[in-house]
């Protein structure tokens, strides 16, 4: 049975009235997105017609997620909202901070042994206030939601990006920060500016090499970095229909690498799939009668340049595998175009890591894919030329592969198996015998790749690709390996050329598992204390800020202009930075250091504009503070976006 089936049932034995008012409110059919978005209006005897890009709207999404580095402030901040229990049902996941090192059983071994005093609080919180609770181990936050809690016509927020990836199963799911989330399990109304929408009309079939991830890398390359922001984009065609719903969630999860809103698909066949072998049989049955609210209505199909802001067409049938980066998701290069590409550029070929995982691409579907291509490496001979790293995204996920003889074929490569989270993806990587500062690269499945994100190294050339390619490519050993025209050579000097990947989209034996790491919060949790150590260097009570004066701020001075990109990521840097998630005054110490001062391009490099010395910009900070002095910091690109807002607000609040 689905969690929280009867909120689910709730929601829908509401929307068709309010989707019928909506439509005639607006005088016009209706997109899938503007369905749900009008499905859950705080208010529900509004009659506006909300004007898209510019009319801030209060929403009551259905549910809330958090990862264990942002729950950490959410839930602090939460503890003073003076509640009993969450307004709305909510989960914690810890995934974030499990360093990848030797493999899952000692790396979990030691993440439990390092960050208990993190996982108790989490836990012993959730369970007072009522929250779900999964434990090290089980699961990355967006699979875990993806295969267990994400439902076709629902609005969910979460503390972390790429919440977003529930899209795939039909879902508004907009990654926020803690205050937002804060706020709607108090019980409050969650304001967003009513997105624009662009509809993007996916035609064909996949073939060959090409996958899920290969639509959002083309998107990435269309749209850019910024090229979504303020949008919802909404997938539809025959096209969309014909994708997985985990490869649905792959293109809805990368959304967020081109700063849109959201991504959706309509509720499908695939879906319908997916619940069906999750067992959500329930939701399936409560979804039947309501079918024609959970996708756009016909006319919007029929003429889709009247109802979407913009539109882009992508044909699968002609969709070619292609490797983004490095240092940006957006640089898209078709595989067969990346020798040139690669040589004109100067980018170091050798691969030295192929990694397969996180959020994006950890699907029982990606990982069979990807070991279809192990196999014919093993079956044909040939030694693996790169080191490999394997995150699947659930216990549920590894657990199945584990059965079906997946995980043995990875292992006979002498990968290593990682832990069911985060790892690389959020730097919580130990790259054993690197001196992290050599050129070099490594290709991976995740969706960021920005500089020093997997192992904090400037000059690592991070590039992304889907889980089938990284397997083919380091197989190779060569960033401009092509499997689709090139050999590789087997041990006893044959030349190979591989088939292209096929998979299971869903296990044909269905899913398994021992224990999927849940923890069910009890039903009165009132009697929990929740202790936090005063001299605890990982936790620290929340104290208010004192209130603005009022008053202008005059003659501050200039602490950092950012140069490019300044995103949260470069605000408050993850990596061994997220152990302090939960303790203000320490993380305050990484404020700004990713940013790039655009007076001499270096990053934590700027001028005490007292002493004339240049030092890091939190030491410096602490220096204006201390000597009560104003400061200002400018930004550029994508300031402030990202799914850290919450540190990297608070992390400037409390240096001022
Ligand atoms: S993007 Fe990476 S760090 Fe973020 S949730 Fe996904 S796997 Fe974790």
Redesign the pocket.
Known sequence: MAFDIDVIRNVYAKMSSKIKKARKLVGRPLTYAEKILYSHLWDESIDTIFKRGEDYVDFGPDRVTC?DATAQMALLQFMQAGKDKVAVPTTVHC??LILAQSGAQKDLKNANKVSSEVFNFLESVSRKYGIGFWKPGAG???QVILENYAFPGGMMIGT???TVNAGGLGMVAIGVGGADAVDVMAGMPWELKFPKLIGIKLTGKLNGWASAKDVILKVAGILTVKGGTGYILEYFGDGAESLSCTGKGTICNMGAEVGATTSIFAYDESMERYLKSTEREDIVMAAQNIKEDLRADPEVYDNPEKYFDEIIEIDLNTLTPHINGPFTPDLATPVNEMKAKAKSEGWPTDIKWGLI????NSSYEDLSRAASIAKQALDKNIKIKSKLGINPGSEQVRYTAERDGIIDLFEKLESKIFTNA?GP??GQWNREGENNTEKNSIIHS???NFAKRADGNPNTHAFVTSPEMVMAVALSGNLDFNPMTDNLISEEGNKVVLDPPIGDELPSNGFDCEDNGYVEPPIDGSDIQIKIDPDSKRLQILEAFSPWDGKNINNAKLLIKAHGKCTTDHISMAGPWLRFRGHLDNISDNCLIGAVNSFNMKTNFVKNQITGEYGPVPETQRFYKKNKIDTVVIGDHNYGEG?SREHAAMDLGILE
């Open positions: 990862q995934d974030h990355i936050i967006h972390d990006s790429h995982g996180s959020c994006t985060c993806c959020i995740f969706n960021r799914s």
